[in-house]
């Protein structure tokens, strides 16, 4: 089964990894933060082992962004950023695995400190889940 992880996030000033950006983050004992970067590299280490991650990529700052709507009949595009949240999508990775119980373990090991994941599974083109 497919799923993207998709990491939102706001880092002032924008930079990946996002959390070296985030004060949730700088503000943890560094203790953590160096146990928080171990599993995130334990995580990518075991995704390519086990051949389940596909891609993934860090996405520039939202304001470096367009962002395409249809009005009057024809797509007009827009600045970035677009959103009234805060958070913006910072990047995203793609994953192959067994099942959705999986796919909850691999997400839940991705979020951090002032940051938010969101795991999707991925459909076909006929709008069945993968």
Do not use: C
């Not at 949730?24 to 590299?41: M, T």
């Not at 999986?102 to 997400?107: E, S």
């Amino acid at each position: 089964m497919k799923y993207v992880i998709m990491i939102h996030s706001n880092p002032e000033p924008w930079g990946h990894p996002t959390s070296d950006y985030l004060a949730a983050h700088q503000d943890l004992p560094e203790q953590v933060r160096q146990r928080l970067n171990a599993d995130f590299e334990q995580v990518m280490a075991e995704l390519h082992a086990n051949g389940e991650l596909i891609g993934g990529e860090a996405l520039g700052a939202p304001s470096a962004a367009r962002l395409y709507r249809w009005h009057d009949g024809a797509p007009l595009a827009s600045d970035g950023p677009y959103s009234e949240a805060k958070e913006h999508l910072a990047g995203f990775f793609l994953i192959d695995v067994e099942d959705s119980a999986r796919a909850d373990a691999v997400a839940a090991r991705f979020a951090g400190p002032g940051e938010t994941v969101e795991l999707r599974p991925l459909m076909w083109p006929g709008g069945d889940d993968q």
